[in-house]
C-alpha cells in the first residue's frame, strides 16, 4: 500500500492524533499543557503554525502559547484580544461544524482589530481550495457540556495558519481538528482543575503552617505567662470546668494542675462571689473576686474572661486570665478604712456614723397619718430584732421573733441606694414607695411604753480636759482610747460605737425601749469611771449621756442634735464635783 494513500493517511494522523493528546493529558501544570496542545497541532494535525487563546478571568483572551515559528511566538505571545473582538471573529466567516473559517475575502476586516495575529506572504490562490496567507480557521474549545446538550464555556480559542499540503482541510482534516480541540479543552480544564488543587493545597499547607505556629506561639504565651491564665470548658453538663491551667495559676493558689482538672472556678471561688462568676462566664469581661487556695485562705484576684468562639460552632471555651491583686485590695481596705474610721481608736468616725444612721431613716415626713403604713412596718420587723442583726441582750425576744439579718463586717446589713434596707418578704404594692423598707419609730413620751426603736447615747467625758493639761495630750489619747476599748465591749455585737470628735463618742443601738436605753446608758457610764492607768498614774474619767431617738423624717444630723441637746440637760443637771465620778 501505498504511503499516500487516503486510509493510511488517517492511520498516521490517527496515531500522532493519539500521541499529542496522551502528551496533553502528562503535562506536569497548565502552561506544560498550553504548549503542548499548541505544539499538537503543528506535530499531529498538519499545520505550520498554532496559537492557544486562553480566555482570562475577565473575559478577555491571552495568547497562551505559540507554536512554527519563534519570530511570531516572541511578537505576540502574551498579548490579549477583547472578548468582544473575538466574539465578532467567531460570528463571522463560515461554520464547519465547530470550526469557524474566515476567507481572506471577508477576513480583510479583521486587519486593524485588537486580537493579536501575524501576517504571512505568499502568492494568490491558483485553484479553489488552495489555501490563502489571510484565511483565517479558529477552532473553539468548551468545557464539556450536559449530553445532548448546549456547549459548555469557552475555555479558548485554537488559532491554526498554513496547512503543510497548502490546501484547506478537507472533511478527515475537519473532523480531526474538532476532535483535537475537544480533547485539548478537556486537557486544559483538568490542568486548570489541577493547578487549581495545586494552590488550594499549598494555602492549604500554609495555612496549616500558620496555625500550628500559631498554637506553638499561644502555648508558650500561655505556659510562661508571669500571671495566671486557664482554659475552660463552655456550655454542656461541663460548663465551666478547666481544662488546663498554666504554672502561674497553680503557684497562685498553691495546687497542683492535675489537682486543678478537677474543678471548675465555681468551686473555687468565695460564695460570695457566685453570682459575680457566673456573670462574667456567660458576658465575658472582668472582674475582682476571690479564689481558694489549697489552705483554705482566699486570695484576692482580677479575673479577666473571653470568650473563645467558631464562626459556625459558636462559643467553644472560655480561656481565663487570673491575676493577683491581694496587695492592691489590701492597700484599697485599708484607705477605706482610714476614711471612715478614727485613726486614733480604730471607731467609726463622724463621717461613718452619719451613713450608718441615714441609712436606716427614709424621708416619710413626721406628720404622716397612722395607719395601714405603721401596722405594716409592725408587721414585718419583729420589736426585738435590731437592724444589725442581732437580738435585744437588754430584753428577752418573744418566741416569734424572726431569725437574725445578715449583717457585714461593719456590723451593717445591705441597704439600696437610697439607705433603705430591704425586707425581702415582700409587701402588697398597695403600701407604695415605703412597702420595702423597715421604718424607724422612736417611743412616745417620757415612759417606756413598750415601743422599741433606735436610741442614740451621745456620750460625752467629764473632766478629759484637765488630764490633757496636766499630763499631756499623749496621756489624754491613751485614756482615749482606753474609753473607746470599754464601750466596744460593753455594747452587742451589732451596735455601732463612733468617735464623733473630741471627746464625744456616740452608741447606736436599735431594738431598745427607753428603759433599756437609760439602763445602757448607766452600764456605759460605770464602764468608763472606773481608773484608768497611763505610765503608773491613775487617772478617772466621768461621763455624760444624752439619749436621743431615730425616727424617719428625721436627717442624721437632727438626730445627733436632738441626743447632744439632752447629753447637755444631763450634764447641767448633776452637780460638777459628782460629774467626773459619775
Not at 499538537?40 to 497562551?64: H, I, M, T
Not at 484547506?168 to 482543575?193: D, V
Not at 492592691?328 to 461613718?352: F, I, M, V, Y
Request: with cysteine.
Amino acid at each position: 500500500m501505498e504511503t499516500d494513500q487516503e486510509p493510511y493517511v488517517r492511520l498516521a494522523t490517527l496515531r500522532q492524533l493519539h500521541q499529542v493528546m496522551a502528551d496533553m493529558n502528562t503535562a506536569r501544570s497548565l502552561a506544560d499543557t498550553l504548549q503542548t496542545v499548541a505544539d499538537g497541532v503543528v506535530n499531529g494535525l498538519g499545520y505550520e503554525l498554532a496559537c492557544v487563546n486562553l480566555v482570562r478571568p475577565d473575559g478577555d483572551l491571552v495568547v497562551a502559547a505559540f507554536a512554527g515559528n519563534s519570530a511570531a511566538e516572541a511578537l505576540i505571545t502574551g498579548r490579549v484580544g477583547s472578548r468582544d473582538s473575538w466574539e465578532r471573529r467567531l460570528a463571522m466567516g463560515e461554520a464547519w461544524g465547530d470550526l469557524v473559517f474566515i476567507p481572506h475575502t471577508e477576513g480583510w476586516v479583521l486587519d486593524d482589530d485588537d486580537v493579536p495575529q501575524w501576517y504571512t506572504d505568499g502568492p494568490a490562490p491558483r485553484f479553489e481550495d488552495e489555501w490563502h496567507p489571510s484565511d483565517r480557521l479558529f477552532a473553539p474549545m468548551f468545557t464539556p457540556g450536559v449530553p445532548g446538550g448546549t456547549c459548555g464555556e469557552l475555555i479558548g480559542v485554537l488559532s491554526v495558519d498554513r496547512p503543510r499540503n497548502g490546501r484547506r482541510p478537507g472533511a478527515w482534516g475537519k473532523e480531526a481538528l474538532q476532535m483535537y480541540a475537544f480533547q485539548a479543552a478537556i486537557a486544559i480544564s483538568n490542568a486548570r482543575l489541577r493547578a487549581n488543587m495545586q494552590r488550594a493545597l499549598v494555602r492549604l499547607e500554609r495555612e496549616q503552617q500558620a496555625l500550628r505556629a500559631s498554637e506553638e506561639s499561644f502555648r508558650q504565651a500561655f505556659e510562661y505567662a508571669p500571671s495566671g491564665m486557664a482554659i475552660a470548658e463552655m456550655g454542656g453538663d461541663q460548663h465551666g470546668r478547666i481544662l488546663r491551667t498554666n504554672d502561674a495559676l497553680c503557684r497562685l493558689l498553691g495546687r497542683p494542675a492535675s489537682a486543678m482538672r478537677r474543678y471548675s472556678f465555681a468551686d473555687l471561688v468565695h460564695p460570695e462571689d457566685v453570682g459575680t462568676l457566673l456573670r462574667t462566664s456567660a458576658e465575658g469581661g472582668r472582674t475582682e473576686l476571690r479564689l481558694a487556695r489549697r489552705d483554705g485562705t482566699y486570695l484576692w484576684v482580677s479575673l479577666r474572661n473571653s470568650v473563645v468562639a467558631d464562626a459556625t460552632d459558636g462559643p467553644r471555651f472560655l480561656l481565663t486570665h487570673v491575676e493577683d491583686i491581694e496587695e492592691r485590695k489590701r492597700r484599697e481596705l485599708q484607705l477605706a478604712h482610714r476614711a471612715s474610721h478614727d485613726s486614733l481608736t480604730g471607731l467609726p468616725n463622724s463621717a461613718e456614723l452619719r451613713a450608718r444612721l441615714s441609712a436606716r431613716l427614709c424621708q416619710r415626713p413626721q406628720t404622716a397619718a397612722p395607719g395601714l403604713v405603721e401596722s405594716v412596718d409592725a408587721a414585718y420587723v419583729p420589736a426585738q430584732l435590731d437592724p444589725f442583726g442581732t437580738h435585744d441582750q437588754y430584753t428577752t425576744a418573744p418566741a416569734s421573733s424572726s431569725a437574725p439579718v445578715p449583717v457585714t463586717d461593719g456590723g451593717i446589713q445591705p441597704y439600696d441606694a437610697n439607705g433603705h434596707g430591704f425586707d425581702f418578704r415582700g409587701a402588697p404594692e398597695v403600701y407604695g414607695a415605703y412597702d420595702h423598707h423597715v421604718h424607724t419609730v422612736a417611743p412616745e413620751g417620757e415612759h417606756d411604753d413598750g415601743t422599741k426603736g433606735l436610741a442614740v447615747l451621745f456620750c460625752d467625758l467629764d473632766g478629759f480636759k484637765s488630764i490633757n493639761d496636766r499630763f499631756g495630750h499623749n496621756a489624754g489619747d491613751a485614756v482615749l482610747i482606753e474609753v473607746a476599748r470599754r464601750l466596744g465591749g460593753a455594747v452587742r455585737d451589732g451596735d455601732t460605737v463612733a468617735r464623733l470628735g473630741g471627746d464625744e463618742f456616740v452608741v447606736l443601738a436599735d431594738g431598745l425601749g427607753r428603759a433599756d436605753a437609760q439602763d445602757l446608758a448607766v452600764r456605759l457610764r460605770n464602764e468608763i469611771i472606773q481608773p484608768i492607768r497611763v505610765d503608773g498614774r491613775v487617772m478617772r474619767v466621768g461621763a455624760s449621756f444624752g439619749i436621743g431617738w431615730a425616727q424617719c423624717g428625721m436627717t442624721a444630723d437632727e438626730v445627733l442634735k436632738s441626743a447632744d441637746e439632752r447629753m447637755y440637760i444631763e450634764k447641767r443637771s448633776r452637780p460638777k464635783q459628782h460629774r467626773r465620778a459619775g
